[in-house]
């Protein structure tokens, strides 16, 4: 097997062990991303150069016998709409070109403290808003395990990197399902952590109460490893959490047989796939296997979550895009008589049509007249939709649905009709509007050899459960 085609911890053991060097790894993967992203559009920027320097770096510290991190000498690739300093970041949207970051992002503190190796930003749904990795400004990310489809969105370049192994490692940020949709379209590992456990400093902002900054992986076991380094209290993120954090990776093999799993009814109505619901069903039938006790349950506000998302995020959406108005970042449209019109022509030719559609509908759900009928009758629908989590987690430990009632679709195939790109996320917005952690692995794949998820969903900051269960899923499986 090559390298770039490795987990980050099977590389962890060979680089202590001596018997490889992160500058290997590194090249391994710059050269498969130059055979392979001309077809795959995964990567915004690539930050070779750097990324050796740091692999050089990293070689030198394991020569001179010092204790290295989990991911150090490890390729990562970080989601656009994540500052790191010095480099551009761009949301995938004209409006942010020319911007470099003058700061880092406190998870790109952390992982530089941990020695990671950068290895690029990837490609994006425009400001984080998307399904598809369709609405880029830099262009469309193919499905590695099939160019003709999508990849999910819309941290889409993140996910077809570590599926197409030019990376190792990926960081996405999900508002709605963004990590987890695109990896269950890819075959990879996606975990949205609980809102407030990852500092959100850095991260560009979409809807605030509903973005979290989670990981993409080729394995459970990278996940728990990338996920400890990344999580913990950052007084400069005010809805950060004060929690300890628990060594993920060792409770990774704890046994299943105690655990009680719900199965919602809600969510395996007409509209899915029937491919997906056979798979997912014979996924039950594992868990079954392994000791795990089945239990159907009720999740009664799961029909209003998608509305009830569309709301709630493009109001934030719009408020926090009201910043890029051609003086603070990016770029500034040519002409304008005056400042409101330098304002206007900015945005007009800086926003993709998707992020203006949102912004329009935020505005109207937050203006005067239909503030209560919209935004305030959206928030009670919320609290309804986290108590009926609540209630579940009484019975269960862990809810098991599919992450997206479809596997891949083709490009272009959901672009007109924006209604149906949104029920893309049914199965995955809901953990964000109650802040819960999700996870997405792989359960097999379609007759035509397209990849199928599942989700497991957790109680808030029990991220041990849920990636015990995942773990013990994908041990079985293989
Ligand atoms: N697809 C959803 C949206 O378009 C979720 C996006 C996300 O999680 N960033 O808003």
Redesign the pocket.
Known sequence: MKLNELTSHELNSLLKKKEISSVEITKEVLNQIDKEDKGINAFISVLGESALKQAEEVDKKIKRGQEISPVAGIPIVIKDNINMIDVPTTCGSKILSGYISPYDATIISKLKSADAVFIGKSNM?EF????STETSYYGITHNPCDKECIPG???GGSAASVAANETILAIG???????R?PASLCGVVGLKPTYGLVSRFGLVA??SS??QIGTITKDVHDSAVLLKIIAGHDPKDSTSAMVNIPDYENSLNEDIKDLKIGIPEEYFGDGMDNEVRALITKAIEKFKEAGASIQKISLPHTEYAVAD??II?TAEASANLARYDGVRFGMRAKGGENLIEMYQKTRKEGFGM?VKR?IMLGTYVLSSGYYDAYYLKAQKVRTLIKQDFDTAFKSVNVILTPTSPTPAFKIGEKTSNPLH??L??IF??SA?LAGIPGISIPCGKTSSGLPVGLQLLGKHFDETTVLRTAHKYEQANI
């Open positions: 749904d984080a808003m998307g399904s969105g819309s941290s940020s999900d508002t709605g399902g963004s990590i949709q979409f809807a509903l973005d998302y569309y995020a998707e949102r790109m949104y893309s996320d995955t917005i964000n």
